[in-house]
């Protein structure tokens, strides 16, 4: 997909203030059975086609309004996915900006967890 140019501008800037991880880290973390909140941050129309297996759906749309019911510990570990890594990364930065201090972003979000051959739910 191209991107419009202020928009990867605004995205750039957000990247240099939110954590990021990959996908085989994330992996990696169901493997060890590790607790952390998996949140697919897409359209629901993207979500209901497909969506990584053990994701949870709050939309980039929804998600402040949202987040503090479906995750009230502002501590927890919360990794968010959108189709490339962009969208999560805007909605990490706003819930940092709310208060939730452990939270990461996937970059290459659902494209890399697809080529990677890992589970679909």
């Known amino acids: 997909m191209k991107h419009n140019p202020g928009f990867l501008q605004l995205v750039e800037r957000v990247k240099q203030r939110v954590k990021e ?3 085989a880290e994330v992996k990696t973390q169901f493997d ?17 086609a ?27 570990l919360i990794v968010l996915y959108c189709g490339g890594g962009f969208r ?20 290459g979000g659902i494209r890399a967890w697809r080529e990677a051959g890992y589970p679909m739910g």
């Open 21 to 23: 991880c990959t996908a």
């Open 32 to 48: 060890r059975g590790e607790p952390f909140h998996f949140i697919d941050v897409r359209e629901d129309h993207e979500f209901a």
């Open 50 to 76: 497909d969506h990584a297996r053990g994701a949870r759906h709050l939309g980039k749309g929804i998600i402040e309004r949202d987040i503090e019911t479906a995750i009230p510990n502002k501590e927890a």
């Open 88 to 107: 999560s990364a805007l909605a990490a930065d706003a819930l940092q900006q709310m208060g939730y201090d452990n939270v990461v972003s996937m970059d």
